[in-house]
């Protein structure tokens, strides 16, 4: 799927707004602090930016990007001989599989069930019916109720290290999972080479590395829903942590008066019907964090409160609220801008 560029521009802009507030530093000279190094490309369907503090070798840089590029080859649902790709198209025979494939299959199976099935990994046919970029429309009721009839986590079958969908003819799809994985696997890299600090931002999926040099926490922004771009609600400040954020408003079309979004409730194979319009979770992993936020938007404020408690990585959370409240949820330090 191909993001419309106004979306691309909004990530971009909120993006270098983050890394403004995160630190200023001199440019490196002798015995002093390197300055940030940035860079910014088009992955995983996103916007995906880092920037590097402290260190005096950009190369880490590059090899986080290269390992990103790598793992999307593995998992994304529409590039040819990936794992997930083999796996939907295997027509339900078992596929041999990454170990990297296997963690995000067992992770997201496991929030299925604590979700009771509001999050499900196995709901790649109904969401392949859905654009919400270009000449989006409505599928037609057909499709959608076709497609249901695929979707069902607990026809997934896990076998060491092969993978089989059974005769349901469902398909996979990590969108609510992936990114978070793939961050963290980012992060150690950058962790393994030395690096003193970095926020690495996979389209909204953040994750901090190391320890601001003047020791005063990091501060991530909160986008403000439907708001310009750029425009934040609040900041969020922490150390070391993943910073996870889904919206209703982040990819979107109206049709007939109504806004359709991208979070679908697997049960009705249309947008989620929710009270909740932005959830932004701190977390000790991004896979986890990832698969939360999108949990709890779906389960709406009530059930997210609840489940959000059951998971050992869960720091803390913020959701915002349609009436327009904000809720905190766990150990949150959130700051709301004038």
Known sequence: MVVGMEWVMRRFAVFLLLALMCFTIPACGDGEIPAPVSETRFLLDTVCSITVYGARDSAPLAQAFDLCLDYEGLLSITVQGSDVWRINQAGGAPVQVSPHTIEIIETGLLFGRLSSGMFDISI?????????SGASSVPSGTDIAAALETVDYRRVIVAGDSVQMGDSGAWLDFGGIAKGYIADRMADLLRERGVPGAVIDLGGDVVIVGEKQDGSPWRIGVRRPFGSP????GVVETREAAVITSGVYERNFEQGGVLYHHILDPSTGMPVQSDIVGVTVLAESAMVGDALSTAMLLLGSERAVVLA???PEFIGALLILESGELMEIG???FQLLP
């Open 331 to 333: 150990d949150i330090d």
């Open 124 to 132: 790649g046919r109904l969401s392949g019916l859905w654009s919400f």
């Open 309 to 311: 408690l059951q998971v």
């Open 230 to 233: 750029g425009e934040l609600l």
